[in-house]
């Protein structure tokens, strides 16, 4: 007969069994997003933000997440403050109203918030997203679209710019 310490022993070391990882039973997709927050998931969102086109009805939620948009490199400083003041600090749900072609450039400037990627800068998006980075206070997306327009206003895409320019209200550029 085994004696009390062999069979405590025995007792305390777990079975192969219990230890075998099962290859395949992850999910690579849902892995995936747990990894990093991304504005197109609500997955661990805290901040809704509704955008609607300045006099035109109906808007678009994006489901967003504080730190990400309010710290770091490329954040806003607009959501910073608003989250920080004492009327804001719970707030849960933001509205902004914005020129229609700033509402439509609204998800590439979300894009340069969360993943520090560069837009891809037009003739027909660089004023908004310039619009945009000064409305949120996101200076790096201000001063890369400021840089493009500077390095890009040629004859034949100046009267497009001066047009974007009008269309934001953005005496800057005009």
Same mark, same amino acid.
């Given at each position: $007969?085994?004696? =009390?310490?062999?069979? @405590?022993?025995? *007792? $305390?070391?777990?079975?192969?069994?219990?230890?075998?990882?099962?290859?395949?039973? =992850?999910?690579?997709?849902?892995?995936?997003?747990?990894?990093? &927050? %991304? =504005?197109? @998931?609500?997955?661990?969102? %805290?901040?809704?933000?509704?955008?609607?086109?300045?006099?035109?009805?109906?808007?678009?939620?994006?489901? +967003?997440?504080?730190?990400?948009?309010?710290?770091?490199?490329?954040?806003?400083?607009?959501?910073?403050? &608003?989250?920080?003041?004492?009327?804001?600090?719970?707030?849960?749900?933001?509205?902004?109203? +914005?020129?229609?072609?700033? *509402? !439509?450039?609204?998800?590439?400037? &979300?894009?340069? !918030?969360?993943?520090?990627?560069?837009?891809?800068?037009?003739?027909?998006?660089?004023?908004? +997203?310039?619009? +945009?980075?000064?409305? &949120?206070?996101?200076?790096?997306?201000?001063?890369?679209?400021?840089? =493009?327009?500077?390095?890009? !206003?040629?004859?034949?895409?100046?009267?497009? !710019?001066?047009?974007?320019?009008?269309?934001?209200?953005?005496?800057?550029?005009?």
């Amino acid at each position: $007969s085994a004696t =009390w310490r062999q069979m @405590s022993r025995k *007792a $305390s070391r777990p079975s192969a069994k219990r230890l075998r990882l099962d290859d395949g039973a =992850w999910d690579d997709e849902t892995d995936g997003q747990l990894r990093k &927050l %991304d =504005w197109r @998931s609500p997955i661990f969102s %805290d901040v809704s933000v509704h955008v609607s086109y300045e006099g035109q009805p109906g808007s678009k939620t994006y489901h +967003l997440h504080k730190q990400v948009i309010s710290v770091g490199d490329n954040s806003s400083a607009y959501f910073r403050r &608003l989250f920080t003041t004492s009327v804001g600090c719970s707030s849960t749900v933001s509205e902004l109203v +914005l020129p229609p072609t700033c *509402a !439509i450039a609204f998800e590439d400037a &979300l894009d340069f !918030i969360y993943e520090d990627s560069k837009p891809t800068f037009t003739s027909m998006n660089a004023v908004a +997203l310039m619009k +945009l980075g000064s409305f &949120l206070m996101v200076k790096p997306l201000y001063a890369a679209s400021a840089e =493009w327009i500077e390095q890009n !206003i040629m004859p034949d895409t100046a009267l497009v !710019i001066c047009m974007q320019a009008h269309a934001v209200h953005f005496e800057k550029v005009r």
